[in-house]
C-alpha cells in the first residue's frame, strides 16, 4: 500500500443524525521511531482502525519509503 492509498482510505460508520451509513475518511497517527542520520524515521497508522502500518524516512520534505 502507498502512503497515497493509506491516506485516501475510508470507513462506513451510521451518522448520528440521519443513522445511515456514511463513508469517512480515517484518521492517522504518526510515530517518530527514531532520528537517523538520513533523516527521522517514522510509522503512520489508522488511528483506533485495523490497517496497514507504513514506515518512512523524512529528510527535509524528501520522503522514502522503507
Known amino acids: 500500500m502507498t502512503l ?3 491516506l ?6 451510521r ?3 440521519t ?3 456514511v463513508s469517512v475518511p480515517l484518521s492517522f497517527i504518526v510515530d517518530v521511531q527514531e532520528e537517523r542520520e538520513d533523516g527521522v524515521h517514522f510509522i503512520i497508522h489508522p488511528l ?4 496497514d502500518t ?10 522514502k519509503a522503507l
Open 4 to 6: 497515497e492509498e493509506q
Open 8 to 13: 485516501k482510505t475510508k470507513k462506513i460508520v
Open 15 to 17: 451518522s448520528p443524525v
Open 19 to 21: 443513522e445511515q451509513e
Open 48 to 51: 483506533g482502525h485495523s490497517g
Open 54 to 63: 507504513l514506515d518512512f524516512v523524512v529528510n527535509g520534505n524528501d520522503l
